[in-house]
């Protein structure tokens, strides 16, 4: 059951970096922000994408929306620190290519979000996972 979970997570993934990474592109070469606010914005732009699939498809989850929403919201707003302090450093202090530093920094974010997610945000009652 966990790696069909996992592939289901890896998938909605995917979906939420392809709005999170058009959004960024979009931003910088589009509309001139700064690469951080884009990165920013996309990343928030993917939540609400990743909310919805990750609790009806990937985590099957029942609890109330009361609960897993507000967990969801502090695993991602924890996913967008981490997202914005690598952003910052790889992009502002060791002057990488900011698509080279959004690469390095969904190396990490989505596994923090996964395990947070699995363990916290959407841990059914009975414990199911």
Known sequence: MIQYQVVRFAVVGVVATVTHVAVLVVGVEWLGLHPVVASTLGFLAA????????????????????????????VSLFGLGLNTVMMTSLVGYFHWWYLWAQVATLLIVPVSNYLLNRHWTFKQTDGRA
């Open 47 to 74: 939540v609400t994408d990743s909310y919805l699939l990750n609790r009806s498809w990937t985590f099957k989850s029942d609890v109330a929306h009361s609960q897993t929403l507000w967990r969801f919201v502090v």
